[in-house]
């Protein structure tokens, strides 16, 4: 009935080369397609941050959660992935810039036929952005929208530069986002929430991975959780895939989606 999972340490190594590459081979993705005659279903992880009651924000940022270990998951599972899929208050919140090429996988991604570097893609309903933040108007970022999005906003960010594309006609639909992916070959599909996000791609059942990183902290208060949605989320069965622990008390584990025959 009960199994034990040992949890596998993670030490750096001298060489912080030896250390990244270790990791990922820990979160390679599952082999799949990426090119025609069929446009595959990109593979879709999660990558959050949470204490260990839940909480996936101190004072508003979860960027107070982190540590070295999680800022090294963080860069391994950038490296692996084609696409990083945000919300775009996430990103302004979080201050994201552009994901940038890594040289520690720039061979690595040549030989999988990858760009240098993921690129990025915001989803908004209201397209808030400000217009001057940073990736808007790089050319490897999408902001993905839905039609009924406010037109002078719609404007304002299209004479900046941005690139939008309406996945929905009243809301933001996660499986128009995926198909937008798989169009671009965007087939290793990164998403770092937030919540809402998450949310809804955990409601669509669009959600292959989760891997989280559980801080070694007690925070309370209200924060909030990793998924958030106004309705109750399908109950959807995962395994454990991994679980690795640091030096400084955080726990990283990796879920995977338990195939429908063996749910």
């Known amino acids: 009935m009960f199994g034990l999972q040992k949890a596998t340490q993670l030490t750096p190594a001298d060489d912080q080369a030896t250390t990244l590459h270790w990791l990922a081979e820990q979160y390679a993705y ?57 919300g775009a208050s996430t990103a302004v919140t979080e201050g994201y810039g552009q994901p940038s090429a890594d040289d520690e996988f720039a061979a690595d991604r040549a030989a999988r036929d990858q760009m240098p570097a993921p690129a990025l893609a915001l989803l908004s309903r209201s397209l808030s952005v400000p217009d001057d933040f940073a990736p808007v108007a ?9 039609r009924s999005a406010p037109t002078d906003r719609r404007s304002a960010l299209a ?5 939008l594309i309406d996945c929905g006609d009243d809301t ?43 801080a070694p902290v007690l925070v309370g208060g209200d924060a909030g959780r990793i998924v958030g949605h106004a309705d109750p989320v399908a109950a959807r069965q995962m395994r454990p895939v991994s679980i690795i622990t640091d030096d400084d008390g955080f726990v ?5 989606r338990t195939p429908a025959d063996e749910a």
Request: with cysteine; charged share 20%.
């Open 172 to 214: 933001v639909d996660p499986q128009a986002v995926l198909d937008v992916c798989a169009e671009r070959g965007w087939v290793h599909v990164l998403t770092e929430g937030g919540p809402s996000l998450l949310g809804a791609l955990a409601q669509a059942d669009a959600l292959d991975e989760l891997c989280v990183t559980t």
């Open 30 to 86: 599952p082999p799949r397609p990426s090119s025609p005659p069929c446009l595959p279903r990109p593979y879709v992880r999660a990558n959050m941050v949470a204490s260990i009651d839940g909480a996936v924000t101190v004072d508003g940022r979860s960027g107070g959660l982190g540590g070295p270990g999680d800022k090294a998951v963080f860069r391994v599972l950038r490296g692996l992935a084609d696409v990083v899929l945000v």
């Open 252 to 256: 990283f584990t990796r879920w995977a």
């Open 138 to 146: 790089h050319p490897d970022t999408v902001i993905l929208t839905c």
């Open 159 to 163: 004479g900046v530069g941005a690139t």
